[in-house]
């Protein structure tokens, strides 16, 4: 058993899809070519696998490939110890490797007033959207990023039928501290309150003990109209007979008076008579 190829065989690193190789090519056929990248078994590329300059259609290999040609190769697939090759740069990302929270690297290549697209190797660029490149306000992506810049971002949505990447800068920044300024106030205890004086509550017998004042209180008061009325009709019976007293008191001294001067009338005819008398005589 050769030792030293079995070594060499060791010594080559795991051919996996999407490793880039220089290549040699070796045979040209119909269908491809047969490429030489220097692991110790050859590689073949498939005619539809081959790149033109300009992108037109391939008829004949050898127009493009010929032996002893170094190109570049990428792995395509493994299968056993067969190796195919193609000459299209792989996406760094296929739809189904980009997965939500993953961290990927890119390259800012466009900006607008809503974000800014990122280059990660995906069959489209990813969006970062304004809101999500920074914590605090941000009003124009040119604050954050600037094209040309290698950034890190994280999938925070992935859309595969709109063939949408939304991208988020801010999901991997600290949280933002918010210190708060703690004022200490001397809080005085607030004083008890007075305690109001139980009210008794009225017992049955109190209850008509007030009745029963009430009542007295009520009857007094009858009275007491009655009293008034009774007054008023004393008062006005002592003023008629006041009035009375007075209209006789007057008419008695009318007569008084007319007596009086009927008297003296009568005195004076007496004396003027006795008067003639005594002249005669």
């Known amino acids: 058993m050769d030792t030293s190829a079995l070594a060499n065989k060791n010594s080559q690193p795991e ?7 220089k290549g040699k090519v070796i045979k040209v056929g119909l269908a491809g070519a047969v490429i030489d990248i220097g ?9 539809s696998q081959i790149q033109t300059t300009d992108n037109e259609p391939i008829k004949r290999v050898e127009d493009i490939l010929s ?17 195919e090759l193609t000459m299209f740069e792989p996406l760094a990302l296929e739809w189904r490797e980009i997965k ?5 690297k890119g390259k800012v290549v466009r900006l607008e007033k809503f974000g800014a697209f990122v280059d990660i190797g995906a069959e489209r660029p990813g969006l970062i ?3 999500e490149m920074a914590h605090e306000y941000v009003r124009t992506p040119s604050e954050v ?13 992935v859309n595969r039928k709109k063939k949408q990447i939304k991208l988020s800068i801010k999901s991997m920044l600290p949280e933002p501290v918010i210190e708060e300024k703690i004022e200490v106030v001397e809080v005085k205890a607030p004083e008890p309150p007075k305690e109001k004086p ?10 008509d003990e007030d009745f029963s004042d009430s009542s007295s209180i009520i009857e007094v008061i009858d009275d007491a109209e009655k009293q008034e009325e009774n007054d008023t009709t004393l008062a006005i019976a002592l003023r008629e007979a006041m009035e009375k007293a007075k209209e006789r008191r007057k008419r008695d001294d009318s007569e008084s008076k007319a007596k009086k001067e009927l008297t003296q009338e009568q005195e004076d005819i007496l004396n003027r008579t006795l008067g003639q008398r005594a002249t005669k005589i």
């Open 100 to 104: 939500k929270g993953m961290v990927v």
């Open 145 to 157: 990023v600037k094209e040309g810049d290698e950034i890190e971002a994280q999938v925070i949505d």
């Open 15 to 21: 051919i996996k899809p999407k490793m880039h190789f």
């Open 39 to 47: 692991t110790g078994h050859n590689a073949a590329i498939h005619v």
């Open 129 to 131: 959207h304004i809101s």
């Open 67 to 83: 032996p002893g040609q170094e190109i570049d190769v990428w792995v395509r697939r493994v299968h056993d110890e067969r190796i």
């Open 198 to 207: 139980a009210r008794k509550k009225k017992t049955r017998q109190k209850a």
